[in-house]
């Protein structure tokens, strides 16, 4: 192996690793939410909030993540959100509505914080060759979490208590945080200590609106955020209320949906590469994620369980496979010393979606009283996804590197 082949290893590696320990702590308060809402009496169904909160301030954080990379370097930034997804969890296990509320905020900073390092530190290990892949494999870091957090979170709650399973992401993001240390000097060496911290967090929107294809290219992700989280949020419901699926039964499709955003997310990847052209590969993913979307609205209980199954299948890799191909895109637009900023902004737009999608699926569903049936308001987010992304690859624009 090269010193270049070993680099690119040690990078993902660690980022996968980083992405990983987000997305379990993202998706741990919901793996237990019961349990959570048993303690300390509410309905489980308000467990939505923290996750709102967490996306709003994973909004607000991507615009400052920019300027953290450039004063203390992204290895760096990649350690200070590990730890603080560690204080975040500490917070959870004070128990009250205020503390949850609290961890919630934190875990948001953090989870913002998590993408522009990232983008940053692949930029200098990819080549024009295996930019896709590469960043789609990291990327897997993000159901590989959830996977885990869906296995470990439920059992550790049972044995030891809601509170006390908290301590896993805690251990597992300062161990992390400790080990990445010896390499921080190799990976922050551009990091410069004289520059603003806080800064104008308009500055980095302004200038991915400028630059004309990378700001279709965000609202793209704008939609397909949108799509990734209804899918996700409400498949399970679907499944149990529209279909009459057991609660387990119904958790069983969503597990497949996870699974085969990994498959989908590194095999999206290749085919960039091998095709190299990111953004017709985004297109292909949201025309299969508009026809996923419509074959949705057809199902109904007469449809056999491997029908239903593989359709999750498929959705999973359109619907939560695009987001590697979208980083890499978003680097190969921006201008090389802006990397991290572009990358935050257009992560803002991206976080829009997640948050304002699974709002409006809500308030389709409050209409026609079926989840299926609101699937048509998928269609429509898929296919303003794919005006966007067509839109980008008909601008001809002259993007300084």
């Not at 004070?94 to 948001?108: E, V």
């Not at 609101?374 to 300084?400: E, G, H, N, W, Y």
Request: proline residues 4%; glycine residues 10%.
């Amino acid at each position: 192996m090269t010193n270049s082949r070993l680099d690119t290893f040690i990078v993902v590696g660690f980022l996968i690793l980083v992405q990983g320990t987000g997305a379990v702590a993202g998706f741990w308060l919901p793996a237990i939410a019961p349990e959570v809402a048993d303690d300390v009496g509410l309905n489980a169904s308000l467990i939505a909030y923290p996750v709102l909160i967490l996306y709003i301030f994973a909004m607000i954080s991507s615009l400052f993540a920019g300027g953290f990379v450039t004063r203390f370097g992204a290895w760096r930034t990649s350690q200070l959100a590990l730890f603080l997804i560690g204080i975040s969890h500490l917070m959870f296990m004070g128990g009250s509505l205020f503390l949850i509320a609290l961890g919630s905020m934190i875990l948001g900073w953090a989870y913002g914080m998590i993408t522009p390092p990232a983008s940053h530190l692949l930029s200098k290990v990819v080549t024009q060759k295996n930019r896709n892949l590469i960043f789609s494999i990291r990327f897997t870091g993000v159901p590989i979490g959830g996977v885990l957090a869906g296995i470990f979170a439920p059992q550790l709650a049972l044995e030891f208590g809601w509170q006390q399973s908290m301590l896993f992401s805690v251990a597992v993001a300062a161990a992390l945080c400790l080990v990445m240390q010896p390499f921080r000097s190799q990976w922050d060496s551009d990091r410069s200590s004289n520059v603003t911290l806080l800064r104008n967090p308009l500055t980095d929107l302004k200038l991915v609106w400028r630059l004309t294809s990378l700001r279709w290219v965000a609202l793209y992700g704008m939609c397909m955020g949108a799509v990734q989280t209804t899918l996700t949020t409400y498949t399970v419901t679907m499944l149990v209320e529209d279909i009459g699926y057991s609660l387990v039964l119904a958790g069983l499709g969503l597990s497949v949906i996870q699974f085969s955003s990994i498959f989908g997310r590194v095999t999206w990847g290749g085919v960039a590469d091998k095709i190299n052209n990111g953004r017709l590969a985004l297109m292909v993913i949201a025309l299969i994620a508009t026809i996923c979307a419509v074959i949705t609205i057809t199902l109904s209980p007469q449809w056999p369980p491997v029908l239903v199954f593989s359709l999750c299948f498929v959705f999973g890799i359109a619907g939560m496979g695009w987001n590697g191909v979208y980083a890499s895109e978003i680097v190969r637009l921006s201008p090389k010393s802006d990397i991290s900023k572009t990358t935050g902004a257009s992560f803002f737009i991206t976080f829009s979606g997640v948050f304002i999608g699974p709002l409006l699926f809500s308030a389709g569903y409050s209409i026609v009283g079926a989840y299926n049936i609101t699937f048509f308001l998928t269609i429509i987010i898929a296919l303003l996804a794919m005006f966007f992304i067509v839109k980008s690859q008909a601008v001809i624009t002259r993007t300084p590197k």
